[in-house]
């Protein structure tokens, strides 16, 4: 009986160590970008000012410049300036490349960088959300921690599920 119990508290209870590359912050930062309508919008926006200036050439009495630069900005200059501001934050936050270790159980999550060690109840989390690649833990609406989904082993990618389902009061945007 004791050994069960044991071995369902091991089963609650996950370890993963991750390292994010600067291209998985790049990834990230994009998808966090383009996954609001508002920035999609924008890119949109972008694409149909430069198809206006295709459509309309003609009708110009003057070249629309302004149509031109606006619109390869919206197209070109935000995904460079994103780029940019992911690498110019990877390379200036040590946290962010550091190799983690996250440990889960039903009641805390801990992390233990190589310059940190960081413990937190789930409670004051703010929402935990998946995407195709990553889990983000979202300590605030800003802030997140981002795990490759890559980096979980067998059944700890459930286990971890049921772990978050547990929280009711969590934001949980976890795919079924």
Known sequence: ????????????????????????????????????????LMTGIGLFMLLMIAISFKTFVEFPWFLLIFGLFLILGLPVQIYFTAKKNYKSNGRISETI????????????GESFNSTSTWEKIHSVTENKDWILIWQSRQVANIIPKRDFRNGDFQTFKNIVNSHSGLKNKLRK
Do not use: A, C, P, W
Request: net charge positive; hydrophobic share 25%.
């Open 101 to 112: 270790n996250y440990e889960f159980d039903k009641e805390n999550i801990q992390l233990i």
């Open 1 to 40: 009986m004791g050994k069960q119990r044991k071995q369902k508290k091991y089963m609650d209870k996950i370890n993963l160590t991750t390292k994010l590359s600067i291209d998985d912050y790049n990834k990230v930062n994009y998808h966090l970008f383009y996954r609001k309508l508002s920035n999609k």
